[in-house]
């Protein structure tokens, strides 16, 4: 299993562990990945997914799984994470975005 978060896609991080005499040697930064079952209001049942606690905060902000994944980006989520946004897409339908005049 890939250590990287289903719907932010964050993964690990090359970085450096110093020592008191300053010596560096590389190490990875691992994210804080978590098993989470969210409940989908659209698809009406629940959902399984590894998310950072990072995504945890993130979902909860934006009102829910179902209103998070359909402002995510494609490109950023997982295959799994994207058959759910298209059937969620298909059950409420296609949201539209209004553009801002500034």
Do not use: W
Not at 20 to 46: E, Q
Not at 54 to 71: E, F, I, M, R
Not at 84 to 101: C, H, N, Q, S
């Amino acid at each position: 299993m890939s250590r990287r978060c289903e719907l932010t896609a964050k993964g690990p991080q090359v970085g450096h562990k110093v020592s008191h005499s300053n010596i560096k040697t590389k190490r990875r930064f691992l994210p804080n990945l978590t098993n989470v079952t969210f409940i989908s209001d659209a698809l009406g049942r629940n959902v399984r997914l590894r998310v950072s606690t990072n995504a945890l905060k993130s979902v909860d902000h934006n009102g829910g799984l179902d209103a998070y994944l359909l402002k995510a980006k494609a490109d950023v989520l997982s295959p799994r994470a994207l058959d759910l946004k298209r059937a969620i897409e298909k059950k409420v339908g296609k949201p539209v975005f209004v553009k801002k005049a500034s």
